[in-house]
């Protein structure tokens, strides 16, 4: 069974930088055709897929937050990190690593996700 826990300070402070580590279980990141992704939902909206890193090490972000987004990965850990720069207070929101098994931003090919941390981003 693959687990993803998600670590990392719930409280940012505008224009700083979110920094969240996904650390995985049960499967290595490097497994061919896994997908490592961070979704967010921000409150009282729907989910949004910010981009992943693939087995391979490619990386994949959506266009709204492609210029402020970083996936990296600690093969050597099993961990996967998303750091977002300039965050505002839109950027609040609860963050979730998740498992995919397709480089697609479609929430059916999710297996397996984590529970999810708030952020939340205020002065």
């Known amino acids: 069974q693959v687990q993803l826990q998600e670590s990392g300070p719930g409280l940012v402070k505008p224009s700083q930088t979110l920094s969240l580590t996904c650390t995985v279980s049960g499967e290595f990141i490097t497994t061919i055709n896994s997908y490592w992704s961070w979704i967010r939902q921000p409150p009282g909206k729907g989910l949004e897929w910010i981009g992943y890193?693939?087995?391979?090490?490619?990386?994949y972000y959506i266009p709204s937050l492609k210029s402020r987004t970083s996936i990296s990965r600690d093969t050597s850990k099993n961990q996967f990190t998303l750091q977002l720069n300039s965050v505002t207070p839109e950027d609040a929101a609860v963050y979730y690593c998740a498992r995919a098994n397709a480089p697609t931003a479609d929430y059916s090919d999710i297996e397996f996700w984590g529970q999810g941390t708030q952020v939340t981003v205020s002065a």
């Open positions: 890193i693939a087995y391979s090490g490619v990386t």
